[in-house]
C-alpha cells in the first residue's frame, strides 16, 4: 500500500474529531499511517490519540505538571501553618524539630514564601 503526504490539520483537533479516529483505531484493522492518511492528521498524531487512550482512559486534553515536585507534603504544610497559628514567633529550626522531618530550612523557606507567609530569622536574645 502506498501512502502519500497530504495537507494536515495545523489546529488542535476537535474532540469529535479524536473520538472518530480512536473508533476507527479500536475496530479497525489498519495500519496507524493509513488512519493519518483517511483522516489527514499526522501518524505521530493517531499514535498519541492510541496511546494517551490507553494510557489514561480518556482523550480529555491532559494537564501539564511543569517543575520539580514539592518536597513537603500537603499535610505538612498544613502543620505548618497550624504551627505558625498557634505561636507565630517560631524560628525555621523550631518549625522542623516541631516537624519532625529532615529537611533543610531553606526548603520550609521557599515553601513559607510560596504561602506569602512571613516568618522570623533568628531568634531574639
Not at 499511517?33 to 483522516?39: E, I, M, S
Not at 505521530?44 to 490507553?54: A, D, E, S, T
Amino acid at each position: 500500500m502506498h501512502f502519500s503526504f497530504t495537507e494536515v490539520h495545523t489546529k488542535p483537533l476537535s474532540m469529535d474529531l479524536k473520538e472518530t479516529i480512536l473508533a476507527a483505531i479500536l475496530n479497525g484493522k489498519e495500519t496507524l499511517p493509513a488512519f493519518a492518511v483517511r483522516f489527514s492528521v499526522s501518524h505521530k498524531m493517531v499514535q498519541k490519540i492510541k496511546y494517551q487512550y490507553r494510557d489514561t482512559g480518556t482523550l480529555q486534553r491532559q494537564n501539564q505538571k511543569v517543575g520539580r515536585k514539592r518536597i513537603l507534603t500537603q499535610r505538612q504544610f498544613s502543620c505548618i501553618s497550624k504551627l505558625i497559628r498557634e505561636n507565630p514567633s517560631l524560628t525555621l529550626e523550631q518549625l522542623r524539630a516541631n516537624l519532625k522531618v529532615d529537611r533543610c530550612l531553606t526548603t520550609i523557606w521557599h515553601e513559607l514564601q510560596r504561602q506569602h507567609k512571613t516568618f522570623k530569622k533568628s531568634i531574639k536574645r
